[in-house]
């Protein structure tokens, strides 16, 4: 079985604050995804990577940063955490169309 | 711009009622239609649609993929309240060479005994 894990389910921050959220996966995927999901507004991209050291925008780059150094772990990173990004952040990964998610990480900013 | 648009975003029934969610979209280089179940975690896979007319099932989950018209509708007959969700509809494109999927908004999906 596919596993995508991300290393918070929970997580209160600061405005202002430098957020880091990891994203984990086990079955050397190429592709891996950062998503965030809002009510209303479904599942928007926000970055996706498609090799080691390789990062592409998705639909809603601006506030955030990746970084992927190792085939199996893609980070999100909100360099200076405003309100309006509290959200579901959701991590996938995929070899063909089919993508995997993780459990998700609920991210308030206060 | 790619999009997807679902409807109906809400959609309450009573057990054992069908219900029909449907998905359309405009995207460039179209490749497949995927269709995903969120209950509290994850989104979980449920079909992936490539060609026109060709239904796919698995057990009371039917899908069928409308090129011509750039739709796909998801079937749920004798529905249970295990089958409350949101249902993700997405739409695959490539993008320099790798996949991305564009989502709908979603269909919340609210089975009552």
């Known amino acids: 079985d596919v596993k995508v894990t991300q290393s918070s389910r929970y997580l209160v921050k600061r405005t202002g604050e430098k957020v880091f959220l990891e994203c984990v996966q086990d079955m050397d995927h190429e592709n891996m995804f950062w998503y965030r999901q809002d009510p209303g507004l479904g599942l928007r991209l926000i970055y996706f990577s498609y090799d080691v050291k390789m990062k592409e925008k998705g639909d809603i780059p601006e506030g955030y940063s990746v970084s992927r150094e190792k085939k199996e772990r893609f980070s999100l990173i909100l360099e200076s955490a405003s309100t309006n990004q509290t959200s579901m952040y959701l991590c996938?990964?995929?070899?063909?169309?089919?993508?995997?998610f993780g459990p998700g990480t609920r991210l308030t900013v206060t | 711009e790619d999009k997807v648009v679902q409807s109906p975003l809400s959609l309450v029934v009573h057990e054992g009622d069908t219900v029909t969610l449907n998905c359309s979209y405009e995207v460039t280089n179209f490749r497949s239609l995927l269709w995903y179940k969120q209950e509290k975690k994850a989104p979980t896979f449920l079909f992936m649609l490539t060609s026109s007319g060709i239904e796919k099932k698995s057990g009371r989950l039917s899908s069928i993929l409308d090129k011509k018209e750039l739709s796909s509708i998801l079937n749920i007959t004798a529905t249970q309240t295990g089958d409350s969700a949101i249902y993700l509809c997405a739409v695959e494109a490539r993008i320099q060479g790798a996949q991305k999927l564009v989502f709908g908004q979603g269909t919340r999906l609210t089975i009552n005994p």
């Open positions: 996938a990964s995929s070899l063909w169309q089919e993508q995997y």
